[in-house]
Nanobody, 127 residues
């Protein structure tokens, strides 16, 4: 069973930065796309960003485009989310997830397409 563990969340002032990391264990994940999602209290889980199996292709939600950067290191079985120019509306629990289909093309933003999920890490941006 694949296990995903997020880290790097915390409290930051508006305009600040955080870097989230997701470490995979149980198997290598180099053949799967990875995604970041977030969920605020009382809201549905929403797509943030994803990256294909090789790291060559990325896609971002309009709300974070230009501020967030997703990357991966397949040798380390990790995926990261660099978050800059943070806004209060970015406050949420952030989850990393692995696509259930190997080498998927094109990238998918559908939560149901992701088979493995981390426990989440809280990001709070003060106003």
């Amino acid at each position: 069973q694949v296990q995903l563990v997020e880290s790097g969340g915390g409290l930051v002032q508006a305009g600040g930065s955080l870097r989230l990391s997701c470490a995979a264990s149980g198997r290598i994940f180099s053949i799967y796309a990875m995604g970041w999602f977030r969920q605020a209290p009382g809201k549905e889980r929403e797509f943030v960003a994803n990256i294909n199996w090789s790291g060559a292709s990325t896609y971002y939600a309009d709300s974070v485009k230009g501020r967030f950067t997703i990357s991966r290191d397949n040798a380390k079985n990790t995926v990261s989310l660099q978050m800059n120019s943070l806004k209060p509306e970015d406050t949420a629990v952030y989850y990393c997830a692995a696509d259930r289909v190997a080498y998927r093309q094109p990238l998918t933003t559908t939560p149901g397409a992701y088979n493995y999920w981390g426990q989440g890490t809280q990001v709070t941006v003060s106003s």
